[in-house]
Nanobody
Framework: QVQLVESGGGLVQPGGSLRLSCVAS????????MNWYRQAPGKQRELVAGVTSGGTTNYADSVKGRFTISTDNAKNTVYLQMKSLKPEDTAVYYC??????????????WGQGTQVTVSS
């Protein structure tokens, strides 16, 4: 069982920055892909950024050049650095750990979410 705890959300003005943190219950980054999702009111949850167990990163087109995902293995923490924030970035942000097990199964764990509000 993997537990994920997010923090770092809050209210920020457009153009501002925030850094989200997600602490995992143990050293899992070598086995799990780590992802940040977000869900805005009335919208589906969407993948924002991810990093594979091998260190390859990927980003949604809407955040490329503005968001950066990174990991600190010593602290079992994955970060999402967000810059040049826009009102449309407002959402609840969720940390996710994912591992492909077989064609029949996979493992996925979620944090509780942290609210990010971009408003003047």
């Amino acid at each position: 069982q993997v537990q994920l705890v997010e923090s770092g959300g809050g209210l920020v003005q457009p153009g501002g920055s925030l850094r989200l943190s997600c602490v995992a219950s143990g050293s899992i980054f070598s086995r799990y892909a780590m992802n940040w999702y977000r869900q805005a009111p009335g919208k589906q949850r969407e993948l924002v950024a991810g990093v594979t167990s091998g260190g390859t990163t990927n980003y949604a087109d809407s955040v490329k050049g503005r968001f950066t995902i990174s990991t600190d293995n010593a602290k079992n923490t994955v970060y999402l650095q967000m810059k040049s924030l826009k009102p449309e970035d407002t959402a609840v942000y969720y940390c996710n750990a994912y591992r492909y097990v077989s064609v029949w199964s996979s493992e996925a764990y979620w944090g509780q979410g942290t609210q990010v509000t971009v408003s003047s």
